[in-house]
T-cell receptor, first 113, second 114 residues
Framework: EDKVVQSPLSLVVHEGDTVTLNCSYEVTNFRSLLWYKQEKKAPTFLFMLTSSGIEKKSGRLSSILDKKELFSILNITATQTGDSAVYLCAVRGGETSGSRLTFGEGTQLTVNP | ETGVTQSPTHLIKTRGQQVTLRCSSQSGHNTVSWYQQALGQGPQFIFQYYREEENGRGNFPPRFSGLQFPNYSSELNVNALELDDSALYLC?????????????FGSGTRLTVV
């Protein structure tokens, strides 16, 4: 059974701090790892990672995948109050598991002014 | 280009009743997946429809069923509601089943069973 574990589950920081969110996984026939930001309801897409060691970057957010050690990190630099949200990590396995996404519990990030 | 829309946004039902939730997929997307997100948890996969056929199912009982229509919109039906069915139900659409396509989520339907 595919499994995703995120840590920490909760994090409180001050504006301007840098945070690192962790995601480890076990999946049959790994295809991709995705990061989503969920503020109220709809998870919004951040990154999709398929190859090890290649950093993806979008503004202050960046993410990297290590397929040997089976984990990914999401970095947010110079945090702002608008970054407060639940960050979800999900993995997709191969054909035997369809195209379902297996999600972790999420990391609740709170950025205080 | 429209996103994924779900209806209704909120719903309160009584235990034992039946409910139908609806999802209109993003324009051009032919694959729809449904997820259940309990409070404080990550979304859990219910099932997926591709070109009107169910082609993947998570660990949910048969009282959770679905449909996909020719225009790729979808319904999730839940019979004999239980208190534990209270959750946010998310619909996600994508173009095709392969992992290199992104998944767009709707804002969900908050179902409360009393």
């Amino acid at each position: 059974e595919d499994k995703v574990v995120q840590s920490p589950l909760s994090l409180v920081v001050h504006e301007g701090d840098t945070v690192t969110l962790n995601c480890s996984y076990e999946v049959t026939n790994f295809r991709s790892l995705l990061w989503y930001k969920q503020e109220k309801k709809a998870p919004t897409f951040l990154f999709m990672l398929t190859s090890s060691g290649i950093e993806k970057k979008s503004g202050r957010l960046s993410s990297i995948l290590d397929k040997k050690e089976l984990f990914s990190i999401l970095n947010i630099t110079a945090t702002q109050t608008g970054d407060s949200a639940v960050y979800l990590c999900a993995v997709r396995g191969g054909e035997t598991s369809g195209s379902r996404l297996t999600f972790g519990e999420g990391t609740q990030l709170t950025v205080n002014p | 280009e429209t996103g994924v829309t779900q209806s209704p946004t909120h719903l309160i039902k009584t235990r034992g009743q039946q409910v139908t939730l609806r999802c209109s997929s993003q324009s051009g997307h032919n694959t729809v997946s449904w997820y259940q997100q309990a409070l404080g948890q990550g979304p859990q996969f219910i099932f997926q429809y591709y070109r009107e056929e169910e082609n993947g199912r998570g660990n949910f009982p048969p009282r959770f069923s679905g449909l996909q229509f020719p225009n790729y919109s979808s319904e999730l039906n839940v019979n004999a509601l239980e208190l534990d069915d209270s959750a946010l139900y998310l619909c996600a659409s994508s173009l095709g089943q392969a992992s290199y396509y992104g998944y767009t989520f709707g804002s969900g339907t908050r179902l409360t069973v009393v």
